[in-house]
């Protein structure tokens, strides 16, 4: 569908539906990149992986949701990774947790942030 294309659409249910729910788990990062696991839809996290060319701008984004594979990582879940590494986990994140998952872990924190590459 037409909204699904749409990146600020894209870009509303990362945030939404994925970063304000707090299912951004395992996040790791090192210089130049960050992996993390994403819950969504499927029982099993959706893996994403984004690669940076400097700081702010990425160079390559991978995630293992279908929407990801079609669009080579152009999908809610890197959303909500990107917003994860920008302003760490929601503010509420411990009402937006799934009870589950809020005795089991919390989330990481990135152990390195990006860094732009050296002149």
Known sequence: D???KDPLSKFKRG???LWEKNMVRRLEGSPGSVTAAVRGSD???YLVKITFESLGS???TKCSCPDGERTH???KHVVAVLLQCIHGPPADSAQAA???SQAKSSPAKPT???RAPEA
């Open 2 to 4: 037409d909204a699904a």
């Open 15 to 17: 945030k939404k539906e």
């Open 43 to 45: 029982p099993d996290p």
């Open 58 to 60: 990425t160079k390559e």
């Open 73 to 75: 990582g152009k999908c």
């Open 98 to 100: 799934p009870k589950s």
């Open 112 to 114: 390195a942030k990006p």
